[in-house]
């Protein structure tokens, strides 16, 4: 893209300024601000007059296979599983674009130590949890990592300096998670650099659609993988490509599996699974009404007691139909660091501004069925968010030790 592209490009989103130093800079920044605007989604801006448009159907209960009804079948799940994934049919996805800054770190989150005696990466735990199945089975399994631009060197340097913590590298591919620009209240674009526009991660809804615009779709149908087993980061306990989770996805022919926890609470902050308007869905704890929370089933319990973990298994061919499909694109105000008109970077306290993501859970309500599978909570969900308290280093690292596992 030269100039007049990128300027007529602007001029349609009205986002002229995004040029304004364009003379100021070297021959390599131009030619980082024009990539830049080449490979920016300027529709989302557009969502800014819809930013109250989104709403929730018809909440109705989604009925998990549960822990005795698993153990009743294992043998059964777990001779599907490992038989697709001696075939090759299985893939696992980690997102991983994230930064641990919540963890008083500047590194990318996978690189925090959990350790307390020595070194334990976040990273090792997670790719310790996968080299598992690999050791059971005797079968690789692809590993894709989604990084963001932010952490994406980082990362792969670490991961190779660590020898992949085992991980054989030829199964291992990373790609760059997409980006949308991040604009104030009226939606112009911030600029961070005056060669560089404010961006954010497109959200975890974004992954599967990243895949394919880094070409990282492709290995995955030369390769004949049917599943793919998508995770966070930051839960350094959950099972991935889980042979029993696999078997039970495919021998109730849903197109999605999601692994549940019991809820904590009524009001434990993890999205609870459940059908909306008839289709598989997942309500945020914060938009569950106090009506929803006091729900009970048949037999008398909680009718809304399952949460999602972050951790599904989606058939590909459903997963090609939804990426056809209008992803809804959710705003969020931030706190986003801007040039004013000086020139000179700004760093607010206050949310300025928003910026635009794609959720998972909007990609399950896309699909056409989706089992929810519950997992023994203090034995795979120990999520990392802060470094203190609920959800964080501390707590996650009494969870391992309950498992075990030295640190």
């Known amino acids: 893209m030269n100039y007049e592209e990128a300027y007529q490009l602007l001029k349609k ?22 990539d830049q605007i080449a490979s920016t989604d300027f529709d ?18 989604l009925a998990a296979m549960q822990l005795d009804e698993i153990e009743a079948h294992k043998k059964e799940f777990r001779q599907i599983g490992v038989k697709a994934i001696e075939n090759g049919k299985v893939g696992a996805v980690l997102l991983a674009g994230g930064m641990g800054t919540r963890l008083g770190s500047d590194q990318p989150k996978g690189m925090y130590s959990i350790g307390i005696t020595k070194e334990v990466y976040i990273f090792e735990r997670i790719i310790r949890n996968l080299l598992d199945v690999v ?45 949308s620009p991040a604009t104030n209240y009226n939606g112009r674009i911030y ?94 704890y914060y938009e569950l009404t106090k009506e929803l929370m006091e729900a009970v089933d048949e037999k ?27 992803m809804p694109l959710h705003i969020v105000e931030k706190k986003i660091p801007f040039l004013d008109q000086n020139g ?26 989706c089992l929810p599978f519950e997992v023994v909570r203090n034995k795979e969900f120990a999520p990392i968010k802060n470094r203190t308290g609920i959800d964080s280093v501390e707590s996650a690292q009494a969870l391992l030790k309950e498992n075990g596992i030295e640190l």
């Not at 989103?13 to 024009?34: D, F, G, I, P, T």
């Not at 801006?45 to 989104?54: A, D, F, G, H, R």
């Not at 590993?143 to 030829?170: A, V």
């Open 44 to 61: 989302v801006i557009q969502l800014i007059e819809q930013k109250n448009s989104i709403s929730k159907g018809v909440i109705s209960p």
């Open 300 to 326: 008398g319990e909680p009718a809304y007691n399952f949460g999602v973990i972050l951790n599904y298994l989606f058939r590909v061919e459903e997963l090609m139909q939804i990426v056809k499909k209008c």
């Open 13 to 34: 989103y009205r986002q002229e300024h995004v040029l304004n130093y364009y003379q100021e800079l070297s021959a390599q920044e131009q030619k980082m601000l024009l």
């Open 135 to 179: 050791e059971d089975t005797g079968s690789w399994i692809h590993l894709f990592i989604m990084t963001s631009d932010k952490n994406d060197q980082m990362t792969q340097t670490f991961l190779k300096e660590k020898n992949y913590f085992g991980y054989d590298p030829s199964y291992v591919t990373f790609f760059i998670q997409e980006m």
């Open 344 to 369: 000179v970077l700004i760093r607010p306290i206050r949310p300025n501004g928003y910026k635009f993501e794609t959720l998972v859970l909007d990609m399950i309500h896309l699909a056409k069925n």
């Open 191 to 284: 600029m961070e650099e005056k060669w560089k526009m404010s961006t954010s991660p497109n959200g975890n809804g974004g992954w599967f659609a990243s895949m394919e615009r880094c070409g990282v779709l492709k290995l995955v149908e030369q390769e004949g993988i049917e599943w793919l087993n998508v995770f966070a980061v930051d839960n350094v306990l959950q099972r991935i490509a889980d042979p029993v989770f696999i078997g039970a996805t495919i021998a109730r022919q849903c197109a999605v599996g999601a692994k549940v926890v019991k809820k904590a609470a009524p009001d434990e902050k993890v999205g609870v699974i459940c059908l909306e308007d008839g289709r598989p869905s997942i309500v945020e």
